[in-house]
């Protein structure tokens, strides 16, 4: 079979399209027939070698697939050959950047049947990060007031939806060419990031604070004011501790997303009913993956991009 992967860490001329065994599921996997898979910045982080996760090389990126069950391991239940489905890969292993991919089955989900399946390789770690980040991590209550910063990526506009639909109050900031979809996602308040100062233009304290952003550590330390005492920081910047406010009893989690099938279950039963829209930037053939990572090393990538073999 086809496949991209690395066999050192380094720039994204090591990442090699080449012919590769097809992989055997062992007990309680799953091989899949790759639809496609999704793009990631930490895709990037592992290739480069600066995200901290113990790949074994070589190395398959894209963690975030979908595909159709091709071949059952021993003990694999409630899946049959040809089911639709998209997973949350462990990161370590291998990924979906290839025509074949092995999976937990315990990690598959049934594919949303709104969306193509290839676009649906594009949803479930962001998603997750959402929810996780919000009510998992984040507590969120109906009633209760939350401000994202950095809004207008994908995970932002997820934790948007998701956060309005559990009836919380939602500020967002967002640069003026991510405002429209900001607000379309339902976003109560938008602060233009490049015009305003947040701390300024916040005038009621939140009950818990989402950042999706890399700020400066100092910027990122001022606005824990904003958040009530016995409130909550949450954030998804890896690289950097989450400030808290002992004295006023505000604690702060730093995101690492988790595989939880059951609830990106509920996640795409949200798509399916339209209550989360699902977001696909580019498409771009496995062959131009090589290229993808270039662009990302130069700096973000925009949106959601997934990879077809």
Request: a negative charge; hydrophobic letters at 50%; aromatic letters at 4%.
């Amino acid at each position: 079979m086809k496949a991209v992967r690395f066999h050192e860490v380094g720039g994204p001329e090591v990442l090699q399209y080449e012919e590769i065994d097809q992989p055997t599921p062992g007990a309680g996997q799953v091989r899949l027939r790759v639809a496609a898979s999704a793009f990631s910045a930490a895709d990037n982080g592992m290739r480069a070698g600066f995200l901290p996760i113990p790949v074994v090389l070589p190395h398959i990126p894209g963690y975030d697939v979908s595909g159709t069950v091709d071949a059952l391991g021993d003990g694999v239940d409630g899946f049959s050959v040809g089911d639709a489905v998209i997973a949350f890969l462990p990161m370590a292993t291998d990924g979906g950047a290839a025509e074949y991919v092995i999976a937990p089955a315990d990690a598959l989900v049934t594919a949303p049947t709104s969306v193509p399946l290839a676009d649906a390789a594009a949803f479930s770690s962001v998603a997750l990060t959402a929810r996780q980040a919000l009510f998992d991590d984040g507590g969120l209550e109906a009633g209760q007031r939350v401000l994202i910063i950095g809004a207008g990526g994908v995970v932002g506009k997820y934790a948007i939806a998701l956060a309005k639909r559990a009836g919380a109050y939602v500020i967002a900031t967002a640069s003026p060419r991510s405002a429209d979809a900001v607000r379309a996602a339902g976003a109560d308040e938008i602060i233009d990031r490049t015009e305003t100062d947040v701390l300024d233009a916040v005038t009621e304290q939140v009950d818990l604070l989402l950042n999706l952003a890399p700020i400066a550590p100092d910027e990122f330390t001022a606005l824990v004011r904003l958040v009530r005492d016995g409130g909550v920081v949450v954030s998804t910047t890896a690289w950097m501790p989450a400030p808290d406010d002992a004295e006023r009893e505000v604690r702060s989690v730093v995101v690492f997303v988790r595989s939880d099938a059951e609830k990106l279950a509920e996640l795409v039963s949200l798509v399916d009913s339209g209550a989360l829209t699902l977001e696909v930037t580019r498409r771009i053939p496995l062959t131009e993956l090589q290229a993808l990572h270039a662009e990302a090393a130069e700096g973000p990538i925009a949106g959601k991009v997934i990879v077809i073999p």
